[in-house]
């Protein structure tokens, strides 16, 4: 995959022969699958790519509770409740673990925060729309989380160890999420004519931003060549974008749901869909801050942290007091 996305123009990454003695043999062991880990050498160009990869991913985890918190209160039954409850946690969880894998080069929690709140650091594009109604949680689960596990599936076998490990656990959870979002529109598709216009209209809004979240088209992405030769990307972005499109259409057919977009087709000889291209000017907008939600989702998390201030200063008071205590005893 790296030496086509090299053809495509991507971003030139270095030859072998380019490379400094420590550079090649730190290529050497990513080409024969030894995993890097904190502790390991590694060229800054690898550790900042990691911390800005890793840490936009916690972003966007923590980002991602806002669309779907929204509905916890208004869910339809006790059990949709308590399911959607769960997963609004566990994405929390995960955005825990991905800090803590993003910490260990060196990178402090605070700062990412900082950069996220700053608007120097970005979170997924696909957390920028709305959720409208219940049947935005069955589409969410299905189709976002659909796109997680296969963008993320990959990443379990990505070079830098905490990372990859991070993943395995997060992958086994998406899994649930997207089980617990297909589960809804089954419902829904066997209710009233009202339910299937609901699942209908969710599936309209949400297919063409999912399909976002695997970034911009290999040719214009700027990162993937050189995230491919560090065993970052094992797969381009429109690899798994047409990986999420095969593995989708058949779903909706059977839940009785039309993809919207006229030139889906599969393709005998190529043995996948053709499917049209994202929306670039809605892609960028939304990457430029100017999504429908991008304002509110930024504002709502800064005010968050700022109201959890305290109670993040009573935890240090308290954890300093215990280790002072601790010392006197000692
Ligand atoms: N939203 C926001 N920014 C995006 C984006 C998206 N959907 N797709 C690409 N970008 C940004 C990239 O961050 C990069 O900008 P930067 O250099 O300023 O960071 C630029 O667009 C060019 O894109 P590239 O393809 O060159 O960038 P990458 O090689 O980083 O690929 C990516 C983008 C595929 C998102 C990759 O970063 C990745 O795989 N990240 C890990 C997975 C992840 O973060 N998923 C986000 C969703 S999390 C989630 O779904 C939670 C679940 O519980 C629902």
Same mark, same amino acid.
């Given at each position: 995959?790296?030496?086509?996305l090299v ?6 990454v270095?030859?072998?022969?380019e490379m400094?003695?420590e550079? %090649?043999a730190?290529? !050497? ?8 880990e904190a ?8 550790r900042k790519?990691l911390v800005r ?9 923590i ?8 509905w +916890?209160t =208004?869910a339809?039954?006790l059990k949709r409740k ?6 609004v946690?566990?994405?929390g969880?995960?955005?825990l ?5 993003a910490?260990?080069? @060196?990178?402090s929690r605070?700062q990412?925060?900082?950069?996220l709140?700053?608007?120097k650091a ?8 709305p959720?409208?109604t219940? !049947?935005?949680?069955?589409a969410? #689960?299905?189709?976002v989380? #659909?796109a997680? +596990?296969?963008?993320q599936i990959?990443l *379990?076998? *990505?070079?830098f160890?905490?990372?990859a ?6 992958c ?5 999420? %997207?089980?617990q979002?297909?589960? +809804?529109?089954i419902?829904?598709m066997?209710g009233?004519a009202?339910?299937q216009?609901m699942a209908q209209?969710a599936?309209n809004?949400?297919w063409?931003?999912s399909?976002?979240m695997f970034g911009?088209s290999?040719a214009?992405?700027?990162?993937s060549?050189?995230? !491919?030769?560090?065993?970052?990307k094992?797969f381009?972005?429109?690899?798994l974008?047409?990986?999420m499109?095969?593995?989708?259409v ?8 039309r993809i919207?977009d006229p030139?889906l ?5 190529? #043995?996948?869909?053709?499917f049209?291209?994202i929306?670039?000017?809605?892609f960028y907008s939304?990457?430029?801050g100017?999504?429908?939600c991008n304002?509110? =989702?930024?504002a709502?998390?800064v ?7 305290w109670?993040r200063d009573?935890?240090?008071?308290h !954890?300093?007091k215990?280790?002072?205590?601790? @010392?006197k005893?000692?």
């Amino acid at each position: 995959m790296y030496a086509q996305l090299v053809e495509t123009g991507a971003k030139k990454v270095p030859t072998l022969a380019e490379m400094t003695p420590e550079e %090649q043999a730190f290529q !050497a062991k990513i080409d024969a699958g030894i995993k890097i880990e904190a502790k390991d050498w590694m060229p800054e160009g690898y550790r900042k790519t990691l911390v800005r990869q890793i840490s936009q991913h916690a972003h966007s985890e923590i980002v991602g509770q806002l669309p779907e918190g929204n509905w +916890i209160t =208004r869910a339809p039954s006790l059990k949709r409740k308590s399911i959607l409850l769960a997963k609004v946690q566990d994405e929390g969880g995960h955005g825990l673990y991905l800090y803590s894998a993003a910490e260990t080069l @060196g990178v402090s929690r605070e700062q990412m925060v900082d950069d996220l709140h700053a608007g120097k650091a970005r979170y997924s594009s696909i957390f920028n729309y709305p959720t409208l109604t219940w !049947a935005d949680m069955g589409a969410i #689960g299905w189709l976002v989380d #659909g796109a997680a +596990i296969i963008n993320q599936i990959p990443l *379990c076998r *990505c070079s830098f160890g905490p990372y990859a490990r991070a993943m395995v656990r997060i992958c086994k959870e998406e899994s649930f999420h %997207q089980r617990q979002g297909y589960d +809804i529109m089954i419902s829904l598709m066997r209710g009233t004519a009202a339910q299937q216009a609901m699942a209908q209209d969710a599936l309209n809004r949400w297919w063409w931003p999912s399909l976002m979240m695997f970034g911009p088209s290999d040719a214009e992405s700027i990162n993937s060549a050189q995230s !491919a030769q560090w065993g970052i990307k094992l797969f381009s972005n429109d690899e798994l974008r047409q990986k999420m499109v095969d593995q989708t259409v058949p779903q909706a057919e059977h839940l009785g749901l039309r993809i919207p977009d006229p030139d889906l087709k599969w393709n005998e000889e190529r #043995g996948h869909y053709d499917f049209g291209a994202i929306e670039r000017d809605e892609f960028y907008s939304v990457l430029k801050g100017n999504g429908p939600c991008n304002k509110e =989702r930024l504002a709502t998390r800064v005010k968050a942290h700022e109201d959890g201030a305290w109670f993040r200063d009573a935890l240090m008071a308290h !954890a300093e007091k215990r280790a002072a205590r601790a @010392g006197k005893a000692a």
